[in-house]
């Protein structure tokens, strides 16, 4: 079937600390992968995504590279920030199907 | 830039009244979707909606869940009964369309609280 597993939070880390969360997927077909962000009150937004193998997806210092060969599509940033705290999801979404798996958030706090 | 609405921002409703979420999808866009995020808890697939018809519907969309456009803008799910376990926060998403990955444009949530 198709699955989204991210890692567990919450993420505490303090600011210009590098940050890594990590995304593994199972899905049939070749699907898109994605990373959406929610701030606190706020709905779903798109932070970045990738559409096949090795393709690399960045946006706002935000970089996630689609690994097809270990199933995995970690989201990486080099230095955050106290406005980067939000809870973060991995998604797929394939050609073969209609909708969004979605990961179970993980929820990053940083510290100023 | 275009966005998709929806009202209202938070409903509270009594066990067993029915509600109506609406959402305003972008305007050219062809599919419509409806998810749940049941507090602390991952984002669920509900329905899909093209052509006016459901494509897709997930076991959580049972009897109780229906979904409408009925103008051609507006985009609207209802549950007829509530129950409790029907709190969560409801989003609306939609997709120009044309290829399986499209991105999903999500709206900001209707948070549902069942008494």
């Not at chain 1, 999801?89 to 990961?103: D, E, P, S």
């Not at chain 2, 049972?62 to 051609?72: A, H, I, L, N, T």
Request: hydrophobic letters at 30%; glycine letters at 8%.
């Amino acid at each position: 079937g198709n699955s989204v597993t991210q890692m567990e939070g919450p993420v505490t880390l303090s600011e210009e600390a590098f940050l890594t969360i990590n995304c593994t997927y199972t899905a049939t077909g070749y699907p898109s992968l994605f990373w959406y962000v929610q701030y606190p009150g706020e709905g779903l937004q798109l932070l970045l995504k990738a559409t096949k193998a090795d393709d690399k997806g960045s946006n706002k210092g935000f970089e996630a590279t689609y690994r097809k060969e270990t199933t995995s599509f970690h989201l990486e940033k080099g230095s955050v920030q106290v406005s980067d705290s939000a809870v973060y999801f991995c998604a797929l979404h394939g050609r073969n199907f209609n909708k969004f798996y979605f990961g179970s958030g993980t929820k990053l706090n940083v510290k100023p | 830039e275009p966005e998709v609405t929806q009202t209202p921002s938070h409903q509270v409703t009594q066990m067993g009244q029915e509600v109506i979420l609406r959402c305003v999808p972008i305007s050219n866009h062809l599919y419509f979707y409806w998810y749940r995020q049941i507090l602390g808890q991952k984002v669920e697939f509900l329905v899909s909606f093209y052509n006016n018809e459901i494509s897709e519907k997930s076991e959580i969309f049972d009897d109780q869940f229906s979904v409408e456009r009925p103008d051609g803008s507006n985009f609207t799910l209802k549950i007829r009964s509530t129950k409790l376990e029907d709190s969560a926060m409801y989003f609306c998403a939609s997709r120009i369309g044309g290829t399986g990955t499209d991105t999903q444009y999500f709206g900001p949530g209707t948070r549902l609280t069942v008494l």
